[in-house]
């Protein structure tokens, strides 16, 4: 992998909609490694760096995809890089330029992917985040010693993605990688005010109305938010900031499955799935054209109304566990 990526002139580096800091920061890793190899190297990302990321980034480094004046930067690169992808739709309104563009394809994952697009795959399911492959082709690549615009961007990715080392994802490894970055100057008490204490009033405010929109389903063994469009615009607020209440479901004691639907537009809806680690929630992402890990997924069904998705991802839900119905 290594060498195939200094073997390519003019690298395209990008990441899934709504990028989160695995992704994000995975790519600034190797964007700044890269450029200080003298590469020619660019983040082009279909989404905007969301606020609580921003401060990872420097003037310049990302790019946000515009149609008709980014595709011809895609077709003429020499060789594409996504990071922590998923599912080649997560590339957004990027996927048709990128599968058309000659470029050579390449994927760093540890998501379970169903690859139709990509030439080469740096893929380890077993690994905790996207980050922890990045660290090892950047030393792969010939990095000496970590330094601190290197390591803090993969250290936000490792903590994100192991959900602050509380995901059955964190291991022995994963704390020694941790101890790395924090010896290259990470200080994880910044980190944390960064990621959790900079939140706007409007979308704290937000999280705590969806949090009461919870409810329980099959005798309390899942945990189901529902936010429709109506919702969102009298509240004011992001699709993006209402995914925060999915990390609130498996808190209720008794929950196994939290299931989250976002509307996206009358007949599309945003699923997100945390299992509490007795069910497979991929497969069921996987049926509905969607992807993730065992205990994390999401999927998006377009051409049913709200309430008919809900109802049919809930059924199916309610089939998982030895064919034992919860409800």
Same mark, same amino acid.
């Given at each position: &992998? ?44 279909? =989404? ?21 004046? @980014? ?11 996504? $990071?922590? %992808?998923? !599912? ?9 330029? /990128? ?25 380890? *399911? ?14 792969? %690549?010939?990095?000496? =010693? ?16 192991? +959900? ?6 964190? =291991?022995?490894? /994963? @704390? ?9 100057? *990470? ?7 960064? %990621? ?10 937000? &999280?705590?109305? =969806?949090? !009461?929109?919870?409810? %329980?389903?099959?005798? #309390? ?14 509240? #004011? ?8 209440? *999915? ?5 209720? @004691? #008794? ?5 989250? !639907? ?6 599309? /809806?945003? $699923? ?12 069921? !992402?996987?049926?509905? +054209? #969607? ?12 051409? &049913? ?23």
């Amino acid at each position: &992998m290594a060498r195939h990526l200094l073997s390519l002139d003019r690298l395209l580096l990008t990441t899934h909609l709504t990028p989160d800091g695995d992704g994000l920061g995975s790519e600034l890793a190797i964007l700044r490694h890269l450029r200080s190899l003298g590469r020619d190297v660019t983040i082009l990302n279909c =989404s905007t760096v969301p606020e609580d990321l921003r401060f990872l980034v420097r003037p310049g480094e990302v790019i946000t995809y515009q149609k008709g004046k @980014h595709d011809r930067q895609v077709a003429e690169a020499s060789g594409i890089v996504a $990071f922590d %992808l998923g !599912a080649a739709g997560r590339l957004g309104r990027m996927e048709g330029p /990128v599968r058309i563009s000659p470029a050579s394809k390449i994927l760093i994952d540890h998501h379970i992917f169903d690859n139709d697009l990509f030439d080469v795959l740096y893929l380890d *399911v077993e690994a905790s985040s996207t980050a922890e492959l990045c660290l090892r082709l950047l030393r792969a %690549l010939g990095m000496e =010693s970590l330094s601190l615009p290197i390591a803090e961007p993969l250290y936000v990715g490792l903590l994100q993605d192991t +959900g602050s080392f509380n995901y059955n994802s964190t =291991s022995a490894r /994963v @704390h020694r990688i941790a101890a790395d970055f924090l010896e290259a100057g *990470v200080d994880p008490y910044r980190i944390w005010k960064k %990621l959790n204490c900079q939140k706007p009033y409007a979308r704290v405010r937000l &999280m705590g109305e =969806s949090i !009461a929109r919870i409810e %329980l389903q099959h005798e #309390g063994r899942t945990a189901l938010a529902v936010v429709d469009l109506d919702f969102l615009k009298k509240s #004011g607020g992001e699709a993006r900031d209402a995914f925060e209440v *999915v990390n609130h479901l498996l808190s209720i @004691h #008794g929950v196994e499955v939290g299931c989250f !639907a976002l509307q996206l537009a009358s007949d599309k /809806v945003k $699923f997100s799935l945390r299992s509490g680690g007795r069910h497979d929630v991929c497969g069921i !992402a996987k049926e509905f +054209g #969607g992807g993730g890990h065992r205990f994390a997924a999401g999927f998006t069904t377009q051409g &049913m109304a709200l309430a008919e998705a809900v109802q049919l991802v809930m059924e199916r839900v309610a089939r998982l566990g030895n064919g034992r119905s919860p409800g």
